[in-house]
């Protein structure tokens, strides 16, 4: 009785020994998988800080330059109208100055426009307009008037300096409103990648989230 006695506890003892071994390194394994789970959750919200800072600074920068854009398309649109009424005017100036039957108060009126419609599309230049010191120069001296005689000429000179203008401000116009929208495309297309990056990082921190607290009940 003795020795069957002696080999059951024995046994006992073995089973015991083999069971807390087992759940030692069940311990250990858990451990291990919380601290592994603990760093990529760590890093997950690392990136999903990153990723929301990268949105907000692009988004910011986007802000900035829409304004910038905004503000220079309706500087330029304003002095091309001004451009183009000026044009008209001339135009219609310069056609009364050659009619010599026309009446010289309505020649005069005409040419009192025109010089006001050139001066309205120097007041409306963009500060940055880039316009040659010479075109300048030739635009004064059509506001300063001068002789009759001179007129016509002069009113010639500036209606091609104007329509040179208007030519290149309405291409400046064109490239910057294509530029525009290619950078605003660009930005909507970073910010789909990146707002797809941030649901799969929340998604896959939640999901480790899970798999930690489960481990650590155990």
Not at 97 to 107: G, I
Not at 139 to 149: I, V
Not at 169 to 175: P, V
Request: negative net charge.
């Amino acid at each position: 009785w003795c020795e069957k006695t002696t080999e059951r506890k024995a046994a006992a003892i073995t089973d015991a020994q083999e069971d807390l071994r087992a759940y030692g390194q069940t311990i250990l394994s858990l451990k291990g998988k919380v601290a592994t789970l603990g760093a990529e959750i760590e890093e997950l919200t690392q990136g999903i800080k990153e990723n929301k800072e990268a949105q907000e600074q692009a988004t910011a920068l986007r802000q900035k330059d829409n304004e910038a854009y905004m503000a220079e398309s309706t500087e330029m649109k304003q002095a091309l109208a001004a451009m183009e009424q000026a044009i008209t005017v001339l135009n219609k100036a310069t056609k009364g100055s050659k009619d010599e039957k026309a009446d010289k108060a309505a020649l005069l009126q005409a040419q009192t426009q025109a010089t006001s419609a050139v001066r309205q599309v120097i007041g409306a230049l963009p500060a940055d307009a880039g316009v040659s010191q010479e075109h300048v120069a030739q635009l004064a001296a059509f506001l300063q008037g001068g002789a009759a005689a001179k007129y016509m000429p002069q009113s010639m000179t500036v209606q091609g300096i104007l329509t040179d203008m208007y030519d290149t401000f309405a291409s400046d116009l064109e490239t910057s409103t294509r530029d525009e929208a290619s950078a605003n495309t660009k930005f909507e297309d970073f910010i789909a990648v990146k707002t797809i990056e941030l649901k799969d990082m929340e998604a896959e921190k939640a999901k480790k989230e899970a798999e930690k607290a489960e481990a650590e009940v155990r």
